[in-house]
Structure formats: structure tokens, C-alpha cells
């Protein structure tokens, strides 16, 4: 079985797909953002969030559609076709190992300087121009993919929005930073506050548990992400490109720790793929 995955990503990520990411993207948040919510009332629509570890899949799409196109009114997406296609197709690669193959995964570099990644509701997955430069292989790029997917599949936040004081414990909608009249917009805020947030400690733990486990079902080298950890833990707590990620993730240390009791030996005979040679290189 570890061959044939292997034998599967080589023929899966060397197939060039009739795909252009920024058109489809532009054109999955034009529609329907407000075509299902639209039908409900704030009471009803609010209702909803309160229950949200039950929204079905369709609202939880919804919900990450509109956060998505927050976050890219933030930060635009990196003009660089070839980039963009090459991180869907081994996105979406990766994602198909988990028990959500069936959302419409969306993946996208964003320009900042910055090292980060965000994941929204619904399979809408970005990292930064900063964290993708960081990179040195195909497997480094599937363990940091691997650990957003490991959020949406877990529906961490989803958990934030039921939580969150956007939404008072009489279901009333609480609009401050509120723009528009959609009411998702409503509901949300701003994307970039939502995916930035932090989340428990516990669950960050549990993306990067997730995220070596898919690398290892696609036939990428298991043990790519605790490099990147490694890489990221060198960063000065000064340095502002990883001020965000050290504020809202427990220390790369800390991580690097916890993968490790997890891992144990478990994965020392599985021998993946690092495809440096085919990982795609970000224009500077």
C-alpha cells in the first residue's frame, strides 16, 4: 500500500490539470455566498451558529466562502499562475487522504512577508509568500497543507464561531467591525480575525498529528513537517514575520515535543517522498 501511494502521487502530481485557480477562485466567491443564508432570518441564521458543531456542510462552505473572501480583501492572492495551480493540485492531493475528500478544497499563497498559514470552514486554505519561501520541498509543503487540513476536517474554527461573542447567549448578533448587510458578514466579522485567532493549544497539537498522517497516506516524507517546525523555532520571538504565529501557536519547541511522544518510532519504516526536485519555486 505505501508503494502504491507513492506510485499514485508521482503519476496525481505530475498531471497538468485545465485549471486556473484565480478565475475559479474569483468565481467561487462571486456565487452564492448569500444564496442559502439569505432564505433565513437573523434569529434563524443566528440559531444556526449557536448549533454550529451541527451546521450542515453546505453552511459550513458558506461560512468559510465569506471568510475567504475577507482574508483576500486583506491579502491578495501571489500573481503567480503556476504557483497557485502547483499548491491546489498537491493540496488537494493531500486533503483526498482524509475523511473529507468530498468538500471543495481551495488553496492559495497570499502576499505577505509573513510566516503563516489559515485555514476557514469548508476547505479554504492559505499560507504566506513568507511561509512558502521557507520551504524547501514538496513533503515541507504537504506536512504545513496537512496541518491547516487537519483544522477543517476537525472543524476547529467552527468551534471558535460558537464561541465567540459574536454571538451573545440569547442569539442576538453582536455588529461591531461589521460592513455590509450580508448576514454572514454579519455573523463572522472580519475573515482575517477569525483564522488568526488562536485556538487551544490541544488542537494545534492535533493538526500537526493529523498532518503527518495524511503526508504519510499521500507518500510524502512523514517527518517533513517537524522540519519545518525546526526551521521556524531558529526565528527569533523578536522578529515580526512570525510574531502572529508565535502569538496564537504554542512554541515550534513545544510542537516538535508533542509530534515527537506521538510519533515515537511508529513511522521509521515508512519511506516517502521529499520531491525537492519537483517543488515548485516562488518567484522573488
Known amino acids: ?153 476537525r472543524k476547529h474554527h467552527l468551534k471558535i464561531l460558537q464561541k465567540s461573542s459574536l454571538v451573545d447567549l440569547g442569539g442576538k448578533l453582536i455588529s461591531k467591525q461589521v460592513g455590509g448587510n450580508d448576514k454572514v458578514q454579519k455573523l463572522i466579522g472580519s475573515g482575517a480575525e477569525i483564522v488568526a485567532r488562536s ?8 493538526a500537526d498529528r493529523i498532518a503527518v498522517v495524511l503526508a504519510a497516506r499521500a507518500g510524502y516524507d512523514a517527518f517533513a513537517l517537524p522540519e519545518v517546525l525546526q526551521q521556524i523555532g531558529h526565528f527569533s520571538k523578536d522578529d515580526g514575520s512570525v510574531a502572529l504565529l508565535f502569538k496564537t501557536h504554542p512554541h515550534p519547541d513545544d510542537r516538535l515535543e508533542k509530534l515527537g511522544l506521538a510519533m515515537n518510532t511508529r513511522l521509521e519504516d515508512v519511506k516517502g517522498k521529499t520531491l525537492e526536485t519537483r517543488f515548485y519555486r516562488i518567484k522573488p
Open 1 to 153: 500500500m505505501k508503494y502504491l501511494s507513492i506510485t499514485v502521487l508521482t503519476f496525481f502530481c505530475s498531471t497538468t490539470w485545465g485549471f486556473d485557480f484565480e478565475e475559479e477562485f474569483k468565481k467561487v466567491l462571486k456565487d452564492g455566498v448569500q444564496k442559502k443564508i439569505e432564505e433565513k432570518s437573523d434569529a434563524a441564521t443566528s440559531s444556526a451558529l449557536l448549533g454550529l458543531v451541527g451546521t450542515s456542510q453546505e453552511e459550513e462552505i458558506t461560512i468559510g466562502r465569506q471568510i475567504a473572501g475577507n482574508l483576500l480583501g486583506a491579502s491578495a492572492l501571489v500573481k503567480d499562475k503556476k504557483l497557485q495551480t502547483y499548491v491546489n493540485n498537491v493540496g488537494r492531493w493531500v486533503a483526498n487522504q482524509s475523511e473529507r475528500p468530498d468538500l471543495p478544497w481551495h488553496f492559495g499563497v497570499i502576499e505577505s512577508s509573513d510566516v503563516n498559514a489559515f485555514a476557514a470552514p469548508g476547505g479554504y486554505i492559505f499560507l504566506t509568500r513568507g511561509l512558502y519561501r521557507l520551504l524547501q520541498n514538496e513533503a515541507e509543503l504537504a506536512g504545513v497543507l496537512g496541518h491547516e487540513i487537519g483544522h477543517v476536517i
Open 199 to 206: 485556538l487551544d493549544q490541544n488542537a494545534e497539537f492535533e
